[in-house]
């Protein structure tokens, strides 16, 4: 199941720096259409059932903690080869390891504080979409 679609959250930390607009634009011209876009704040449980997958991880409690600590911009966006091409797009993890010009390396503070999210798999990208999102506020 390969779909052109993935899924993204602006971090709590790069909204609190002011690195929103910055980030939106570089992906819009970097190619990548806007499917749907919201501003939200995720209480701590929302980020546990967001994250759920790594629960049972020793830095699940430190990463819900900082999800639910400020908004954050979700959106779902579409490019051929999204997944992929997002994934190095925003870099690596660790803002230490990615590549030059590249989302984490211009603004992640940290391994934990890293500014954006991109899913790792078709899958994850409509199953993270899909926590956000309805059909509805999907616009084609």
Partial sequence: MRTNRTFTMIKPDAVKNGYTGEILDKIIKAGYKVI???????????AEGFYAVHSDKPFFEELTNFMSSGPIYA???????????????????????????????????????NAIHGSDSDENALIEGSYFFSKLEEVE
């Fill in 36 to 46: 749907a876009l919201k501003y939200t704040k995720l209480t701590k449980q929302e």
């Fill in 75 to 113: 959106a779902i966006l579409e490019k051929e080869d999204a997944i992929k091409s997002f994934r190095a797009f925003i870099g690596a993890t660790n803002p230490v390891d990615a590549a030059e010009g590249s989302i984490r390396k211009l603004y992640a503070t940290s391994l934990g504080e």
